[in-house]
Nanobody, 121 residues
């Protein structure tokens, strides 16, 4: 059984910063992708930032230059540093990971429970 636990959301004023964390635990063999998504009210879930085990990183155009994704592979943890936050960044942020786990090292897709980020103007 694998779990993703997120932390770090909250309320911040426009221009402020927040750092999200997502820790994976359980019977983990290895982790491929670790990504951050967000979903605003009435909108579809969208990819914010993605990182591969090989170090490839991609960002949504809307967050380039403001957000930074990073990983601590020894801790099975991914972070999202969010700077210069805007009201339009308000959303529930979800951690997503593609993890090889269990006795058969099967590849599965896991999601965190989500953490609310609210940016006031």
């Amino acid at each position: 059984q694998v779990q993703l636990v997120e932390s770090g959301g909250g309320l911040v004023q426009a221009g402020g910063s927040l750092r999200l964390s997502c820790a994976a635990s359980g019977s983990i063999f290895s982790i491929n992708y670790m990504d951050w998504y967000r979903q605003a009210p009435g909108k579809q879930r969208e990819l914010v930032a993605a990182s591969t085990s090989g170090g490839t990183i991609t960002y949504a155009d809307s967050v380039k230059g403001r957000f930074t994704i990073s990983r601590d592979n020894a801790k099975n943890t991914v972070y999202l540093q969010m700077n210069s936050l805007k009201p339009e960044d308000t959303a529930v942020y979800y951690c997503n990971a593609h993890i090889y786990s269990g006795s058969f090292k099967s590849l599965n897709d896991y999601w965190g429970q989500g953490t609310q980020v609210t940016v006031s103007s």
